[in-house]
């Protein structure tokens, strides 16, 4: 198996500010601080993290070893280690395709603010509008929502079509360390506003009342696990994409280590960006997905240098969200360019084609196409974005995860990723916990979510609570 023409990372660091870029996105920025304002603040904070260090750390060591072992993309990946698995992978290139359509509408927002708040940095961008009115007016407008759409996938398919080293490596170690000095910027300004400490004690102030029923605890649990999953960029192949082109000697369990590490460290410093700057201006911290958008409106209208901070931190989403569609896209092209033989070029175009026409209804569905509901398997009705998040996120994730742990576990043996681990010579202590972990606990958690967005676990609970 040679990787002629597939790229190879020209350095770890390269590959970790690509890894870290990957799962660095609107997970971070826009998930995680509302479902933390949603799931009762420090409660969530505490389970999302055991999650990230017992799970994360888990199936991300296996999915980089994964695609190195193999050397191919999550199709041929799973297909090498058994025949059968290799629906897995297609099951990760539809999982991908489908974040991508409403990932890119929703981080193709954060240009359009970019632009409004530079242009009010100098004057009148909002035109004195309210975050609601605003936000209102232009998701409903389908020619805007449909071009910033188009201008959010050029520019992701602009990068990836320029290759791994050259193109998606080169951006992810320039853009990565600007975003963290950004976000410093804003977190300095957000909890030296009056009133800010609210929101820090919102986030650690131990308090574990949604503990106190089963269903609101599992709600916690299971939403946690779905953050952590999406945030680590995890269950549909981009892992072992990313981890496919890397060279033998790459130390994996560092950097599996490494990655949820600055993932998790970047979510709760957004949430501190976020959250005491919520509080000061009086807005309700569990607003829910307009949080980033509309919430964030009212922050920067009433903060003292308000237009510049806001620039800055659409600036930083915009990136954020472009170094994780990168990597959504790149499963795409590297199916297209392992398994089909086309060229990066071709294959890349072809999919930025087939993800801008599938996002169009998630880009009107604010607008014209706002009175579409689609029903979830538990019967919830919800509209085209949310239904897409669900389907992506809850369904076909969980679903990657569980498949993979069951491929590693189970089909194959986990010493044989043990030895993938260890090929380049280090001593990896942990592998009988590692490989326990694969096998039986990671599996029944991942389950337990997939249950969750079923709407099968409330049947389970109400059974027992009769
Ligand atoms: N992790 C990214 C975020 O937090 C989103 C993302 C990128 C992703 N690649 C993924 C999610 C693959 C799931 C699977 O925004």
Not at 106 to 123: A, M, N, P, R, V
Not at 337 to 344: L, P
Not at 417 to 429: C, D, L, P, T
Request: charged share 10%; hydrophobic share 55%.
């Amino acid at each position: 198996m040679s990787d002629k023409g597939r790229g190879t990372w020209g350095s770890n660091f390269g590959f970790l500010m690509a890894a870290v870029g990957s799962a660095v996105g609107l997970g971070n920025l826009w998930g995680f601080p509302y479902k933390l304002g949603k799931n009762g603040g420090f409660a969530f904070l505490l389970v999302y993290i055991i999650f990230v260090a017992v799970v994360g750390v888990v199936v991300i060591l296996g999915e980089l070893a994964l695609g190195r072992k193999t050397k191919l993309s999550p199709v041929g990946a799973n297909r090498a280690i058994n025949k059968r698995f290799a629906f897995n992978g297609w099951l990760g290139v539809l999982a991908s395709f489908i974040i991508l359509s409403f990932y890119s509408v929703l981080g193709s927002w954060s240009i359009k603010y970019f632009f409004t708040y530079c242009i009010e940095i100098f004057g009148s961008g909002f035109n004195g509008m309210s975050g609601p009115e605003f936000f209102g007016n232009f998701t409903a407008d389908p020619v805007q929502s449909i071009i910033y759409q188009l201008i959010f996938i050029i520019l992701t398919s602009a990068i990836v079509i320029v290759g791994v080293q050259s193109g998606i490596e080169k951006f992810s170690k320039i853009m990565m360390p600007c975003l963290f000095i950004m976000l410093i910027i804003i977190i300095i300004r957000s909890v030296t506003l009056p009133g800010a400490m609210q929101g820090i004690e919102f986030m650690f102030k131990p308090d574990f009342s949604v503990f106190s029923d089963v269903k609101s605890s599992f709600d916690v649990i299971a939403s946690a696990l779905a953050q952590m999953f999406f945030s680590l960029s995890l269950g549909m192949g981009t892992m072992v994409c990313y981890g496919s082109y890397l060279n033998k000697n790459s130390n994996l369990v560092k950097n599996a280590v490494l990655i949820p590490v600055f993932d998790t460290l970047i979510a709760v410093m957004a949430g501190l960006a976020i959250m005491p700057a919520v509080f000061a201006t009086g807005i309700d911290p569990a607003a829910g997905p307009s949080l980033l958008y509309i919430t964030l409106h009212g922050v920067f209208e009433s903060m003292p240098g308000g237009a510049f901070f806001g620039a800055l931190f659409y600036l930083l989403v915009a990136i954020a969200a472009l170094t994780s569609s990168i990597s959504l896209l790149e499963v795409s092209t590297s199916y297209f360019v392992d398994e089909k033989k086309w060229s990066r070029k071709k294959a890349t175009v072809i999919a930025t084609i087939a993800i801008f026409v599938v996002g169009i209804p998630t880009a009107l569905s604010f607008g014209l196409l706002g009175d579409v509901k689609l029903m979830a398997l538990n019967g919830e009705l919800m509209g085209i974005l949310d239904w897409m998040d669900y389907v992506g996120e809850y369904l076909l994730m969980t679903l990657g995860a569980l498949l993979m742990c069951i491929l590693i576990g189970w089909v194959a043996k986990p010493s044989m990723f043990v030895a993938e681990i260890e090929q380049s010579g280090y001593n990896f202590k942990y592998k009988r916990l590692w490989s326990f972990m694969i096998k039986f606990v990671t599996p029944v958690l991942v389950f337990i979510t997939f249950l969750t967005a079923t709407g099968l676990f409330d049947k389970i609970i109400a059974l027992f609570s009769k």
